[in-house]
């Protein structure tokens, strides 16, 4: 805003649009969060919407879902379960091991200091243990870690990029994590099926799964 403001660098000024989210990963395999009513209880203490506008104003859009819009599978009228009240599993305090993916650190450092305020509030203490590729190679080697702050840029606009780099067990990135025989068997069909509402259908499913099992 500051640079569109400057008279003498408006007429050089220009922005360009990329397709990307940025979201936490919830560690379902091992450690606290590996208890399901747990992390409904995390997923359900975050006020995205919230954090999100205060750090990123015009520049992003709060997501209630992973798919986002313009791509099969994202649901405009789907709405976050988040709650006003603290779920009953944060009424003790939770200590989570937090990774923060370079690029995340780097492009949303405001927004991670706003959901780091967020789990606090709810009874949650988020301890660092990862900032670097580096560090981040080796929490994903021994697993341990309970959640990751990162973002994914999607190569083409298509929901298969997204979930298969992300979820399949084989190649996403964070399959390790949360990924399941069942997610798998819908990605794979997602990705035979020819027919746009087929599709969407079954990227609904796979969102479905998501915010049931509260992995993301």
């Known amino acids: 805003d500051a640079l569109r403001a400057d008279r003498t660098l408006q007429a050089r000024f220009f922005e360009t649009h990329?397709?990307?989210?940025?979201?936490?990963?919830?560690?379902?395999?091992?450690?606290?969060l590996a208890d399901v009513e747990l992390r409904r209880a995390v997923v359900r203490a975050l006020d995205v919407e919230t954090p999100v506008r205060r750090a990123m104003g015009r520049f992003a859009r709060p997501a209630p879902s992973l798919i986002p819009?313009?791509?099969?599978?994202?649901?405009?009228?789907?709405?976050?379960?988040?709650g006003a009240e603290l779920p009953a599993a944060l009424s003790h305090d939770v200590t989570l091991r937090v990774a923060i993916a370079p690029g995340f650190?780097?492009?949303?450092?405001?927004?991670?200091?706003?959901?780091?305020?967020?789990?606090e509030r709810a009874g949650v203490r988020p301890t660092v243990v990862a900032t670097t590729t580096e560090e981040l190679e080796l929490v994903r080697a021994s697993h341990e870690v309970d959640l990751v702050l990162t973002s994914w840029v999607i190569d083409y606009p298509d929901t298969d990029s997204l979930l298969m780099g992300l979820i399949?067990?084989?190649?996403?990135?964070?399959g390790w994590m949360f990924?399941?025989?069942?997610?798998?068997?819908?990605?794979?069909?997602?990705?035979?099926?020819?027919?746009?509402?087929?599709?969407?259908?079954?990227?609904?499913?796979?969102?479905?799964l998501l915010v049931r099992d509260a992995l993301v």
């Open 18 to 32: 990329r397709l990307s989210v940025a979201f936490a990963a919830l560690n379902s395999r091992s450690g606290p």
């Open 179 to 208: 990924g399941s025989a069942e997610l798998d068997s819908l990605i794979e069909r997602g990705r035979e099926q020819i027919d746009p509402a087929a599709r969407h259908s079954t990227y609904r499913q796979v969102e479905a």
């Open 69 to 82: 819009p313009g791509l099969l599978g994202h649901d405009s009228g789907f709405t976050s379960p988040a």
């Open 168 to 174: 399949n067990r084989a190649e996403g990135a964070y």
């Open 105 to 119: 650190g780097r492009s949303l450092q405001s927004l991670s200091v706003e959901l780091f305020a967020a789990l």
